[in-house]
């Protein structure tokens, strides 16, 4: 079993940064793929970016392109989403899932654990 607990989140002006960080525990946290998912008030929960076990490969939704960056540090059992450029949209519940396999993936079923998600609020 993998625990996740997020930190970073926080209020932020439009065209500002954050960085959300999402520490794991239990189970060997570097053979696993991991991603970001945002849910707004009143929204379905959507996949924001995805990394593979080795960092190798990334994957993003085209409304986060070119200003968020997924990262991980497996010797910190720890992975990061950089949020730049930020917008009044972004503002959500941001969740670090992770799944029992080395491969990333982009749809909500294919994650096996969840964290309890951070607040991001930009205002315009």
């Known amino acids: 079993q993998v625990q996740l607990v997020e930190s970073g989140g926080g209020l932020v002006q439009a065209g500002g940064s954050l960085r959300l960080s999402c520490a794991a525990s239990?189970?060997?946290?570097?053979?696993?793929?991991m991603g970001w998912f945002r849910q707004a008030p009143g929204k379905e929960r959507e996949f924001v970016a995805a990394?593979?076990?080795?960092?190798?490969?990334?994957y993003y939704a085209d409304s986060v392109k070119g200003r968020f960056t997924i990262s991980r540090d497996n010797a910190k059992n720890t992975v990061y989403l950089q949020m730049n450029s930020l917008k009044p949209e972004d503002t959500a519940v941001y969740y670090c899932?992770?799944?029992?396999?080395?491969?990333?993936?982009?749809?909500?079923?294919?994650?096996?654990?969840w964290g309890q998600g951070t607040q991001v609020t930009v205002t315009s």
């Open positions: 990394i593979s076990w080795s960092g190798g490969s990334t």
């Open positions: 899932a992770g799944r029992y396999d080395y491969a990333l993936a982009l749809t909500y079923n294919d994650y096996d654990y």
């Open positions: 239990g189970r060997t946290f570097n053979t696993y793929a």
